[in-house]
């Protein structure tokens, strides 16, 4: 199995930063795509950012209205993606949850796995 642990999720004013973290563990072969997502009660769950594996590096996409704010990054060696969040708003307040689609050996087919979630909350 693959587990996905979040954390650095917290209470932050307007005009802050988090940096999220959300390490994979157990068996993994390879992982080929890398994301984050949000959630409101009232809302679908939404993809903020997400980076992939590319021939000349990785390719990264952010949802427009965090462009310029937030940055996904990844540590291939330690199977984890980050997510630094600065110039918060109180519209950035949410659930955020990891995603991750990883082969877990070579005759193995890529499973999507998430993350449990962890809240952001953005307040004065």
């Known amino acids: 199995q693959v587990q996905l642990v979040e954390s650095g999720g917290g209470l932050v004013q307007p005009g802050g930063s988090l940096r999220l973290s959300c390490a994979a563990s157990?068996?993994?072969?390879?992982?080929?795509?890398m994301g984050w997502y949000r959630q409101v009660p009232t809302n679908e769950r939404e993809l903020v950012a997400i980076?992939?594996?590319?021939?000349?590096?990785?390719?990264?996409r952010y949802t427009d209205s965090v462009k310029g704010r937030f940055t996904i990054s990844r540590d291939i060696a330690k199977n984890t993606v980050y997510l630094q969040m600065n110039s918060l708003k109180p519209e950035d307040t949410a659930v955020y949850y990891c995603?991750?689609?990883?082969?877990?050996?070579?005759?193995?087919?890529?499973?999507?796995?998430w993350g449990q979630g962890t809240q952001v909350t953005v307040s004065s």
């Open positions: 995603n991750m689609n990883v082969r877990r050996s070579s005759a193995d087919y890529i499973g999507n796995y």
């Open positions: 157990g068996s993994i072969f390879s992982i080929y795509t």
């Open positions: 980076t992939t594996s590319g021939t000349s590096g990785p390719n990264t």
